[in-house]
């Protein structure tokens, strides 16, 4: 059974790093794209980021371009996204999602294209 367990999250101030870990089951990293969204209070989903299982590339949201850095350790079978110089508009649970794919990311993901979910984890940017 795939599975996506986040953890990392909490609360930093403005200016500040977290790194956020996602420990996936069930599944190879190899045969699956992998990323995160987040949802601020009130908003819609906001695609994050995300990486190929297949060749290791690499798309940002435009909010996060420069800031945050994905990765992953297939030995561990863990996704990681480094954030650094938080905002206050960072603020919002983050959620690891996975898709099974073997070929390039799309250009764009919206939250429907992204069909296994974790259960999310809080992310605070106090001013």
């Known amino acids: 059974q795939l599975q996506l367990v986040e953890s990392g999250g909490g609360l930093v101030q403005s200016g500040g790093s977290l790194r956020l870990s996602c420990g996936v089951s069930?599944?190879?990293?190899?045969?699956?794209?992998l990323g995160w969204f987040r949802q601020a209070p009130g908003k819609e989903r906001e695609a994050i980021s995300f990486?190929?299982?297949?060749?290791?590339?690499?798309i940002y949201g435009g909010a996060v371009k420069g800031r945050f850095i994905i990765s992953r350790d297939n030995a561990k079978n863990t996704v990681y996204l480094q954030m650094n110089n938080l905002e206050p508009e960072d603020t919002g649970v983050y959620y690891c999602?996975?898709?099974?794919?073997?070929?390039?990311?799309?250009?764009?993901?919206?939250?429907?294209?992204?069909?296994?979910w974790g259960k999310g984890t809080l992310v605070i940017v106090s001013s």
């Open positions: 990486i190929s299982g297949s060749d290791g590339s690499t």
């Open positions: 999602v996975a898709e099974e794919r073997r070929g390039p990311l799309n250009s764009f993901y919206f939250p429907s294209d992204m069909p296994n």
């Open positions: 069930g599944f190879s990293l190899d045969n699956y794209a």
